[in-house]
């Protein structure tokens, strides 16, 4: 896609949603970072139901680990591969008490080093919590970097090194969230909505998914 084109892109999303959010429910940073973590291979709305409950009684470090392993899968046994979750959630909470002060580091190469924490859910904490222009490649992303021609590439390393190189200044902060959103509620895996798609005449994918027809109403 030519600069001008990408510059176009991401100024149409950010006219239509000019404070994009991510959409999983957090109170402070270290709530995003469970979050996150607990997001992995699920649903932000499944993630959302869990964790209401959990977050409206663990606000910090120490009160996980004072809340317990077995205690975690009690709120979160609804999201899959809850077990395994659950184990690095207290690990990461008991690692961020010794050696943090009970603080999630505003560091990407500290945040990969916790349980549970890769390169992508340490991407997402360092923009939503810290406004790092950092580009967390999810499933949405990688699929809309390679089927809109913005960013294509054959790894999720490919995907987030193309945003970086070339994402424009304006839109570096919010890029993230408007990808992720763009591709989870218009350019769909299965169906993209291309008819709906505010850049569709900026994108390669071809041929463009037309408008379902009308259902007739019987007489």
């Known amino acids: 896609m030519k600069k001008a084109d990408i510059f176009e892109f991401y100024r149409r999303l950010a006219?239509?949603?000019?404070?994009?959010e991510t959409e999983l429910e957090f109170g402070n940073t270290y709530q995003l970072l469970v979050?996150?973590?607990?997001s992995a291979q699920?649903?932000?709305?499944?993630?959302?139901?869990?964790?209401?409950?959990?977050?409206?009684?663990?606000?910090?470090?120490q009160q996980m680990?004072?809340?317990g392993e077995d205690g975690l899968k009690q709120h979160i046994k609804t999201i899959g591969l809850f077990n395994g979750k659950a184990k690095n959630v207290i690990a990461?909470?008991?690692?961020?008490?010794?050696?943090?002060?009970g603080e999630v580091p505003a560091d990407r190469d500290t945040l990969v080093e916790l349980p549970g924490v890769g390169r992508k859910t340490a991407n997402v904490v360092m923009n939503c919590a810290f406004g790092a222009e950092t580009f967390a490649v999810d499933t949405h992303i990688f699929?809309?970097?390679?089927?809109?021609?913005l960013a294509p590439g054959k790894t999720v390393l490919a995907v987030e090194k193309k945003l970086d190189k070339e994402t424009p200044g304006p839109f570096r902060v919010g890029a993230h969230h408007w990808l992720i959103l763009h591709g989870?509620?218009?350019?769909?895996?299965?169906?993209?909505?291309?008819?709906?798609?505010?850049?569709?005449?900026?994108?390669?994918?071809?041929?463009?998914?037309?408008?379902?027809?009308a259902k007739k109403i019987a007489a």
């Open 15 to 20: 006219e239509l949603n000019p404070s994009p």
């Open 35 to 38: 979050a996150v973590v607990l």
């Open 42 to 61: 699920a649903t932000d709305v499944g993630v959302n139901k869990a964790t209401r409950r959990l977050f409206q009684e663990v606000k910090t470090p």
């Open 65 to 67: 680990v004072d809340l």
């Open 92 to 101: 990461l909470s008991e690692i961020l008490v010794r050696d943090h002060g």
């Open 143 to 149: 699929r809309v970097g390679n089927r809109t021609g």
């Open 184 to 213: 989870r509620y218009i350019c769909k895996a299965r169906t993209p909505e291309c008819w709906r798609c505010p850049v569709d005449d900026l994108c390669r994918y071809k041929p463009k998914t037309p408008a379902p027809k």
